[in-house]
């Protein structure tokens, strides 16, 4: 049973580039979140889906970022004309609604995005 | 607006002793879920342990239960013989609704260091 995996792992960039991360859910979870972490702080929520519908997003999320899950399965997030502020762990995340359980969220070992 | 709030930045702890992680929040929701996350130094968030706001009884698992104070607001983690490789971040969050899908909101977190 494969957990939550993201890639790459590590990305550094100059201001300005376009970047695309990637994350692969655990397979049958049809909930898949996005979420941006920074030094010293608690992760905080970019973007969700369910199936291949976004449902939901942050008022954080500029217009440079954008988020896809084509075909339900695995989603990109792609940032454009990169910040310094930018930089940060990009978190993914994915869950399965059974009930009774909780809708837990299983996340992955991030992408860390470093922007020049 | 939910709120998650984390007053120790910082916990020390002496290798078989007990912890308490202390976790306060803020909802205007009846249904709520309340989850912990371990965060080591490799960066992936490890899913711990879950309250629902109905459920009557503490959540545990293994080492780690819930000390859920539901009037006082409050879900403070509970680690029992403290082991080295407990050392890492911990973080609470919240989620909205019960048993469905959303965003989850972090607090600051709680660095725990587990002496020898």
């Known amino acids: 049973d494969t957990g939550v995996s993201q890639d790459p792992r590590h990305k550094i960039t100059k201001r300005g580039q376009n970047v695309t991360f990637r994350c692969d859910p655990i397979s049958e979870h049809n909930r898949l979140y996005w979420y941006r972490q920074t030094l010293g702080q608690g992760p905080e929520f970019l973007t969700y889906f369910q199936n291949e519908a976004q449902l939901e997003k942050s008022r954080l999320l500029s217009d440079r970022f954008s988020a896809e899950r084509p075909k339900g399965s695995f989603s990109t997030l792609e940032i454009q004309r990169t910040e310094q502020g930018d930089s940060a762990m990009y978190l993914c995340?994915?869950?399965?609604?059974?009930?009774?359980?909780?809708?837990?969220?299983?996340f992955g070992p991030g992408t860390r995005l470093t922007v020049l | 607006a939910q709120k998650i709030t984390q007053t120790q930045p910082g916990m020390f702890v002496q290798e078989k002793e007990a912890v308490t992680l202390d976790c306060t929040y803020d909802?205007?929701?009846?249904?709520?879920?309340l989850f912990w996350y371990k965060q080591p130094s490799s960066g992936e968030m490890i899913f711990l342990i879950y309250q629902g706001s109905y459920d009557e009884q503490n959540a545990t698992e293994g080492r780690y239960s819930l000390n859920f104070q539901k009037a006082r607001k409050s879900a403070n983690l509970v680690i029992s013989a403290s082991q080295l490789g407990d050392s890492a971040m911990y973080f609470c969050?919240?989620?909205?609704?019960?048993?469905?899908?959303?965003?989850?909101?972090f607090g600051q977190g709680t660095e725990l260091s587990v002496k020898p």
């Open positions: 909802t205007s929701d009846q249904s709520y879920g």
């Open positions: 969050a919240m989620r909205e609704g019960y048993n469905q899908g959303g965003k989850l909101i």
């Open positions: 995340a994915s869950s399965l609604n059974s009930r009774p359980r909780t809708d837990t969220q299983y």
